[in-house]
């Protein structure tokens, strides 16, 4: 019997990974085996019990790398229990009006998914990593630096994740 699962995760500049691996660890705390890597790393998913894919937002869009993953991998993931997490610096606004905008947006995800589940996260940007031409971009759009991502709805989110998981696998 499969007895891992799978963190994954695309990321630019480092704050999608950073609350992937503080997932992982929450999942790991409740007795999960994880593995944690980016999507351009994972070679087999049939090695998994179930999945859980983080993307960032840039400009409105899922990472490139987070959508080929999931095109390349579609067929296996509809038969894995799975949960989605996006995080961008939109979220910082977590109203009602803003998470239905978003999730709005990626309803072809959910749609080809079925997550079991779906975190919508607020993210970090500090200027310093950033090439001069997205640095430039990004602060004329008004986009302020700084770290805004709430780490304790982060862990209410994944300590969420083992009762939904089991509560598919029991179904199975």
Aim: net charge negative.
């Amino acid at each position: 019997m499969k007895e891992k699962y799978l963190v994954t995760y695309a990321s630019r500049y480092g704050s999608t990974a950073e609350i992937a691996q503080h997932i992982a660890g929450i999942l790991a705390k409740q007795g999960w085996t994880v593995d944690t890597k980016p999507v351009s790393e994972v070679e087999d998913l049939e090695i998994y019990r179930g999945v859980l894919i983080g993307s960032a937002i840039y400009s409105g869009e899922w990472d490139q790398a987070a959508v080929e993953f999931i095109k390349a991998q579609q067929r296996l993931l509809e038969g894995l229990p799975l949960a989605i997490f996006m995080v961008g610096m939109r979220l910082r606004d977590q109203s009602e009006e803003m998470r239905s905008t978003v999730l709005a947006q990626f309803e072809v995800y959910q749609v080809m998914l079925k997550p079991l589940a779906i975190g919508l996260f607020a993210g970090a940007l500090f200027y310093d990593k950033l090439s001069p031409i997205v640095r430039l971009q990004l602060k004329g759009k008004g986009l302020p630096e700084g770290d805004f991502r709430d780490w304790s709805a982060i862990e209410r989110w994944a300590e969420s994740l083992p009762g939904l998981f089991a509560s598919t696998e029991a179904a199975e």
